[in-house]
């Protein structure tokens, strides 16, 4: 069975966009993970179901994560229950303030799945620079190397 990292975000600014796309390229470093990367509103429960790991990406929206990711939450939550427990998941934020209440309420529904964090938050606080796009590329391919060697 191939090993599979899933990268959902939402972007409208572009620098969500811009962090995803330095995520996926790290991860395709790896190549004993096959990585998968779908905007929120595009993503669902077969995609979440087929995964071995999880990277979501967010713009900080008033304070909270974007619709579209609390939309792809609300679609997956029940039908997933029980069935992603213990997945490895990672979180980058674009933030225009200091991106807490997005890493705060997304934790909180990650707890729910019963999922386990591997990475600390990745925030870009106003704007995205290229150390922080560094480090998503780091994010995406330590992410990718450890469902390929399965130490989460």
Not at 29 to 54: H, I, N, P, S
Not at 64 to 74: E, I, L, P, Q, R
Not at 98 to 118: H, M, P
Request: charged residues 25%.
């Amino acid at each position: 069975m191939s090993k599979r990292l899933l990268i959902v975000y939402h972007t409208q600014s572009g620098n969500t966009g811009r962090m995803a796309e330095a995520v996926l390229r790290g991860a395709r470093r790896e190549a004993e993970t096959e990585t998968v990367m779908k905007r929120a509103f595009d993503a669902g429960l077969d995609d979440l179901l087929a995964c071995q790991g999880l990277i979501i990406g967010t713009p900080e929206n008033f304070g909270t994560m974007s619709g579209a990711v609390k939309d792809f939450f609300d679609r997956t939550y029940y039908p997933a229950e029980g069935k992603t427990t213990g997945l490895p998941w990672a979180i980058f934020v674009s933030a225009g303030n200091d991106g807490t209440g997005a890493v705060t309420q997304i934790e909180r529904i990650a707890t729910g799945y019963g999922w386990k964090r591997v990475a600390d938050p990745l925030i870009a606080r106003h704007g995205v620079t290229d150390e922080d796009i560094g480090r998503c590329e780091e994010l995406g391919e330590a992410m990718a190397s450890g469902i390929a060697l399965g130490v989460f």
